[in-house]
C-alpha cells in the first residue's frame, strides 16, 4: 500500500505541487481521462439538447483562450497555494470545463426564458470577457516589458504557414481544411509547434512534455516540431472527415476536433503569452 501510495505521489502529486515536466505515466492517465471525459461531456449535451456543431466548437474557442491565460497567471506566481494547484494541468482543466459548462447551461436557460436571443453567442461573449480580464490582470501585474517581436513572429508565421494549407488543400484532396473549423485546428497545431520552437531554442524555455522534448534533443532543434505537427493533424482531420462522411449525427466529429483545437491552441497560447509576458 506504501508502494502505492509513493508512486502516486511521485508521479502524479508531485508534478502538480511543483508545477514540473510531465512523465509518461502522467502522461498516459490524462490521455485516458480525456477521451473518457469527451466522451461523457458529450452524451451530456445530448441528453441537454445542446447542439454540437461548428458554430459551438468556434464558440467555446474563447474559453480555450481565458485557459491558457489562467495558466500563465499561475506561471507567473500571481497565485499561492493551494488556489495554485488548480491551475496546473490536469486540474486546470477541470476548472475550465466547470466554468464553461457553467456558463453554457446558464446562456440556455436565459435563451429559454427568452431573455436572450441566441446563447451560443452569449457563451462565446462571456469567455472573451474573462479572457480579456485575465489579460488585464498579467498586464498590471507584470514585472518585465512586453517582448512583442515574439508575438508577430510567432502569429505571422502561424497564420501565412495556415494559409498556405488552405490554398493547397484542393490539390491533395483535402478542400475542407478550408473550413474555419479545420483551418483554426491547424493553425492551432502550427501557433504550438513555432511557440515552442522560439522559446526552446531562440529563448532558453524548457519543453516540459516527454515525447516532444526527446524529438527536440535528439534532432537538435525545435523545428522539427513545425513539420510534424502540421503532418499530424492534417492526418487526425482526414481520418476525422473520411469516418465521418456517412454519419447523419456528426457531434462526435465537432467534438474530436474540439479537442484538437484545445490540445494545440491551448499550449500554443501559453508558450505565446509566457514569451510576450517574459515569464
Avoid at 466547470?98 to 453554457?104: A, K, R, S
Avoid at 502561424?158 to 498556405?164: C, N, R
Avoid at 534533443?217 to 502540421?230: D, E, H, K, N
Avoid at 490540445?263 to 497560447?269: A, K, N, Q, R, T
Wanted: with cysteine.
Amino acid at each position: 500500500m506504501n508502494g502505492l501510495i509513493d508512486f502516486i505521489n511521485r508521479n502524479y502529486i508531485e508534478g502538480i505541487i511543483n508545477d514540473t515536466s510531465y512523465n509518461h505515466f502522467d502522461m498516459i492517465t490524462y490521455v485516458i481521462i480525456l477521451f473518457v471525459g469527451i466522451y461523457a461531456v458529450l452524451k451530456l449535451l445530448s441528453k441537454l439538447r445542446i447542439k454540437v456543431d461548428e458554430e459551438f466548437v468556434i464558440a467555446t474557442i474563447p474559453f480555450i483562450f481565458m485557459g491558457s491565460v489562467f495558466r500563465v497567471i499561475e506561471d507567473a506566481d500571481l497565485l499561492k497555494p493551494p488556489v495554485k494547484y488548480f491551475f496546473i494541468t490536469p486540474l486546470i482543466y477541470f476548472v475550465i470545463f466547470t466554468i464553461c459548462f457553467g456558463i453554457l447551461l446558464f446562456t440556455k436557460y436565459l435563451e429559454k426564458l427568452r431573455k436572450i436571443k441566441n446563447y451560443i453567442y452569449t457563451y462565446a461573449i462571456a469567455g472573451l470577457v474573462l479572457s480579456l480580464s485575465g489579460i488585464a490582470i498579467l498586464s498590471f501585474y507584470r514585472s518585465t516589458d512586453l517582448n512583442l517581436h515574439v508575438l508577430v513572429y510567432s502569429l505571422l508565421s502561424a497564420i501565412a504557414l495556415t494559409g498556405f494549407i488552405k490554398g493547397i488543400s484542393p490539390l491533395i484532396g483535402m478542400t475542407y481544411l478550408r473550413g474555419r473549423m479545420y483551418s483554426f485546428a491547424v493553425f492551432s497545431f502550427v501557433l504550438d509547434s513555432f511557440t515552442t520552437y522560439i522559446g526552446v531554442d531562440l529563448l532558453g524555455y524548457t519543453n516540459k512534455h516527454p515525447f516532444s522534448a526527446f524529438l527536440t534533443s535528439f534532432v537538435g532543434t525545435g523545428a522539427i516540431l513545425i513539420p510534424l505537427s502540421l503532418i499530424l493533424v492534417m492526418v487526425i482531420i482526414f481520418l476525422l472527415e473520411k469516418d465521418s462522411r456517412d454519419d447523419k449525427n456528426k457531434d462526435e466529429k465537432y467534438m474530436l476536433t474540439l479537442t484538437l483545437i484545445v490540445l494545440g491552441f491551448s499550449m500554443g497560447v501559453r508558450n505565446l503569452l509566457a514569451m510576450i509576458f517574459g515569464v
